[in-house]
């Protein structure tokens, strides 16, 4: 038998510190530990690709003759391969169009293979996590399967000494009588001498809980047992006994770890020294899972502890909420990245935990402060308590942490939802308020959205608008900046459509408020009447209001939100979408304007009682008078140039630096009563093949009134190349109409002279000019002038 030292030794100059060193024979040189190989997990957030390099065109554009598949790849895998270096040289003899072409190229290819990669990370995440969680309990199970078959060999190595110490004894039977061994005098070995203070030296720094000293003293422990395994310096019984102490204290210290740092009064520094022990007893996943249970009870008593009125408040609520959740869930990442580092079975374990923390707190907050506001289509509070949330998030992205998603996947559907009953709100608010509108024009009243502090200086800057004007544009400013301020949730592209669904739906307001509007008579008895504008200045108010809108008011707010829905950072499609916005704008507004003039045209050429007005018997009935008539224009003609003088007057007053739009409306107006005679086929039939003839002075009223027209037309300045092209067909076709009836139109039809000095005339007097009593005496009657040869 081998000679046994002493054991254990207090070191007497170090007050307290307890060392534990083995029996002689057992100090031998330890085969050096093995460098771990590399887990065959990664990290967190790391994944392979493979490294896609895009062709930069075929060997003919850039020179040389075709290459095999293997000869282009190969200076790829070249060590020093230097990619500027690379595409340098190949951009050599190429044009700017085409290195233009190939930068566009790599450039979405980068991003096709981010999404890709970020789709792969997604898809195959839960994957990741399950294995890294079977790979950490298939180390626990492997680590105590170790532990038992050490037990089960120390306890067969036991039985088979006995045995042979049995057999022994039968050979010496006899030899010793026992009433000749004096038990008292036998005295206990060194090794039994060591194992008892070991064991009691152990105990005491259990009981003292000086965890660091008592985990060396269980590490000193380990080692000695395999290196005596191969040494054999430690009796069977002795080793069994070693062993099973070593497994009973490690449990107890970890039991006693474990109590320790789940006490609700444990500190986060106690916290710490706790997991760290137990993780170097070899039992991280539970130490892990211990960390995380104590960062999530805190979290737990800190929610409690809010004030219990808290909810009441709000956003301030959301607020305080949402830093305790994000600032517990930094400091659990923290403790875990320090301790545990980034083992991919730990980060997996964190971040699955971070998760579900987060869409915890995430159906909290979607329950108890954003059903009600979003149902109620409150945007505002909706969007700023997740905007809180969102930036208190955001702070976890550092640590490697996304959980944004996580939050949004749940906020998302009541912020949308807060959106749509923004947008139904906007709409009733506006309808109920245009339902009492007078249609005046004013400025935004003071403190409105629309209103700014520069207004108090300069009032005349701001729009002038009708009350539902007002209230329209109020409430879409309020709703782009909201949705602005949630770029992360992607509501630009439904806000857009939205929006303009909520203009057109304006528009069809003002369209209703029209007088004999159809739009108006097919809402009867749906309660969603708008104030009629019986004035023509309330009416033009109408189209003022849509065309402050269009021009003014709406396109900043709405490029906001399509420069936030734009995939392209080009600057010639941001233009280009721009332009999409505002001409989808000014389409509406053209519906407006079309519908004011429709309007208009009808109550010129129809009666009150729905007898037409502009009708071929005014032309046909004047030559069967005996006199020759007084030359002037037709009625319709003259309410024509009064309304439209007088359209232009109220417009010249409303539309303040947009005469182009007046202009426009003026002539639309003239266009739509001239365009209507065009296409009466009633009012032709009877020109041209009624029972009655189109006599000479009807020839004559007829080439007046359209003269008259283009007069008044040009003089006003929306005289369009259309409108003339008209006329000149109308007034073709009613000389055709009088040559059938074998009389030469040009013979009966005096100079175009004459008929601008009656037009001339009818505009002086039907302006209220004074001068137009000389001009009477002066033009004579049409028969003594000369006739016309060709119009």
């Keep these: 038998m081998h000679h046994i030292a002493p054991p254990v030794m207090r070191d007497r100059h170090k007050k307290d510190k307890i060392h534990i060193s083995g029996p002689t024979g057992l100090r031998h040189k330890s085969k050096a530990k093995s460098k771990h190989s590399p887990s065959p997990v990664s990290s967190l957030g790391r994944t392979g690709s493979k490294n896609v390099v895009p062709s930069l065109g075929d060997a003919t554009e850039l020179g040389g003759s075709e290459p095999t598949l293997s000869e282009k790849l190969k200076v790829f895998k070249a060590s020093g391969f230097d990619p500027e270096e690379f595409l340098t040289s190949k951009c050599r003899n190429m044009s700017e169009k085409e290195v233009k072409n190939v930068c566009l190229y790599l450039v979405d290819l980068k991003k096709a293979s981010a999404e890709e990669m970020r789709k792969s990370v997604y898809a195959n995440y839960p994957s990741f996590i399950r294995t890294s969680r079977e790979i950490c309990d298939l180390e626990g199970q492997l680590l105590d399967l170790r532990n038992l078959l050490s037990s089960r060999a120390v306890l067969v190595n036991g039985l088979t000494d006995g045995i042979r110490i049995d057999s022994f004894s039968s050979h010496q039977k006899g030899s010793v009588k026992v009433e000749d061994v004096n038990l008292d005098d036998l005295e206990p070995t060194n090794q039994e001498k060591w194992l008892a203070e070991f064991m009691e030296a152990l105990e005491v720094l259990l009981a003292e809980r000086r965890i660091d000293e008592a985990l060396d003293a269980l590490e000193e422990g380990e080692k000695i047992a395999e290196e005596d395994n191969k040494y054999q310096s430690l009796t069977s019984n002795a080793m069994l006994q070693l062993q099973n102490n070593i497994i009973e204290q490690r449990q107890k210290l970890a039991d006693s770890l474990v109590e320790s740092a789940s006490h609700p009064s444990a500190t986060r520094v106690e916290l710490r020294a706790s997991v760290q022990a137990l993780k170097r007893l070899g039992d991280g996943s539970r130490a892990h899972s211990l960390l995380l249970r104590s960062h999530h009870r805190k979290l737990q008593h800190y929610v409690r502890d809010l004030h219990p009125a808290a909810p009441s408040l709000g956003v301030i609520y959301i607020t305080a909420l949402s830093q305790i959740t994000f600032s517990a869930l930094a400091q659990a990442a923290s403790d875990s990245l320090s301790i545990f580092g980034d083992e991919p079975c730990y980060t997996s374990e964190l971040v699955t935990w971070a998760a579900n923390q987060t869409e915890s707190f995430a159906l909290l907050v979607k329950k108890h402060f954003l059903a009600s506001p979003a149902s109620s289509g409150s945007l505002r509070i909706v969007s700023e308590c997740v905007q809180v949330c969102l930036g208190h998030c955001s702070v976890l992205e550092d640590r490697g942490m996304a959980l944004s998603p996580v939050l949004l996947k749940i906020c998302n559907p009541c912020v949308e939802q807060a959106f749509v009953a923004s947008i139904k709100r906007i709409e009733q608010s506006t309808a109920a308020v245009a339902a009492s509108d007078d249609w005046s024009l004013n400025y935004p009243p003071i403190g409105s959205r629309s209103f700014s502090a520069s207004s108090l200086t300069s009032v005349v800057s701001q729009p002038k608008l009708s009350s539902s004007g007002h209230r329209f544009n109020s409430m879409t400013q309020e709703i782009c900046?909201?949705?602005?301020?949630?770029?992360?949730?992607?509501?630009?592209?439904?806000?857009?459509?939205?929006?303009?669904?909520?203009?057109?739906?304006?528009?069809?307001?003002?369209?209703?408020?029209?007088?004999?509007?159809?739009?108006?008579?097919n809402l009867e008895g749906t309660g969603r009447l708008v104030q009629i504008a019986e004035t023509e200045e309330q009416q033009v108010a109408l189209l003022a209001n849509s065309v402050v809108l269009a021009d003014e008011l709406l396109p900043p707010a709405l490029s906001k939100l399509s420069s936030l829905s734009q995939t392209d950072d080009g600057s010639r499609r941001g233009s280009d979408r721009q332009r999409e916005l505002k001409k989808r704008l000014q389409r509406l507004v053209d519906q407006l304007r079309d519908s004011f003039c429709r309007q208009h045209a009808l109550d010129l050429i129809f009666n009150e009682d729905g007898s037409v007005r502009l009708c071929a018997d005014m032309y046909l009935s004047m030559d069967g008078r005996a006199e020759e008539p007084n030359w002037f224009p037709s009625p319709i003609y003259q309410d024509l140039f009064g309304k439209l003088t007088r359209v232009a007057n109220i417009a010249s007053d409303v539309f303040v630096g947009k005469d182009r739009f007046a202009t426009i409306l003026l002539m639309r107006l003239t266009e739509t009563v001239i365009l209507w005679l065009s296409n009466e086929q009633a009012f032709w039939d009877e020109i041209e093949g009624g029972q009655k003839s189109l006599g000479p002075y009807g020839l004559q009223q007829f080439y007046l009134d359209m003269q008259f027209v283009i007069l008044f037309a040009s003089r006003g300045r929306y005289l369009s190349r259309n409108l003339h092209q008209v006329i000149k067909n109308i007034i073709g076709r009613a000389i055709e109409a009088v040559a059938a009836t074998k009389i030469d139109p040009y013979s009966v039809l005096p100079e175009d002279e004459w008929f601008a000095d009656v037009a001339q005339l009818a505009i002086k007097m039907l302006s209220g000019d004074d001068?137009?009593?000389?001009?009477?005496?002066?033009?004579?009657?049409p028969t003594g002038a000369q006739s016309i040869e060709s119009y």
């Design 481 to 521: 900046e909201d949705v602005g301020s949630l770029e992360n949730l992607h509501l630009a592209n439904q806000a857009l459509e939205s929006l303009f669904q909520l203009f057109n739906t304006y528009i069809n307001m003002l369209i209703n408020a029209l007088p004999n509007s159809t739009e108006t008579e």
């Design 771 to 781: 001068g137009y009593q000389n001009e009477m005496e002066d033009i004579g009657s």
